[in-house]
């Protein structure tokens, strides 16, 4: 694995916790064949342990699936149900990281998603905003990652024929995360 983190002039060793004021984990999916539904989710935690060795760093997440916000409640309470989420059975996704990869501010973060209760490996590919002390004293990082999921793979399968042909929903859905997080001392 090829990993420069170490040689990073801004790479910090220890546990950084989310900055939740500054991130955010947001999804598209293709509606009509026309266009996207957008959402986001409102509650979800983030911690990143950073390793002498960067291919030893650990990056945990989850997500709380009663937050998935796209703007309209109803279509969100649709997503919890059972042709989406099944949020009543599984209240949360989760993400553990298994590899990391780095070069210069670019990664591709390999990790572990699971989501209603189906475990699939997925592959992040980001980059490093940067690692700044705040005017409070604080070291935070910042970093974008996007990747792109099948929802089917995870049990996600709802979906309703058009009149016109096609499918109401896309099966691929691309996820974007904007991530800051905060140095532990």
């Known amino acids: 694995m090829t990993t420069t983190l170490a040689a990073h002039p801004q790479y910090r060793t ?33 911690t990143i342990t950073t390793a002498d060795d960067p291919r030893d760093s650990r990056v945990e997440a989850s997500i709380e699936i009663a937050s998935v916000n796209t703007g309209q409640p109803q279509r969100d309470a649709h997503l919890q149900s059972s ?18 990869e780095a070069k210069g501010d670019d990664f591709t973060l390999t990790g572990d998603l699971t989501l209603r209760g189906v475990t699939k490996s997925v592959v992040l590919t980001g980059e490093l905003g940067g690692v700044m002390t705040d005017g409070y004293g604080q070291t935070k990082a910042g970093a974008s990652a996007t990747t792109k999921i099948n929802r089917h793979d995870f049990g996600v399968n709802w979906n309703a024929a058009l009149e016109a042909g096609g499918l109401t929903l896309g099966e691929e859905v691309s996820v974007a995360i904007e991530l800051q997080v905060v140095l532990q001392p």
């Not at 220890?14 to 409102?42: C, N, Q």
């Not at 042709?83 to 990391?100: G, K, M």
């Open 83 to 100: 042709d989406f989420f099944l949020a009543s059975e599984h209240p949360t996704a989760t993400f553990v990281s298994t590899a990391l």
């Open 14 to 46: 220890g546990t950084w916790t989310l900055d939740p004021a500054h991130s955010t984990i947001g999804f598209t999916v293709s509606h009509l064949a026309i266009s996207k539904v957008r959402g986001t989710f409102e509650s979800f935690d983030v």
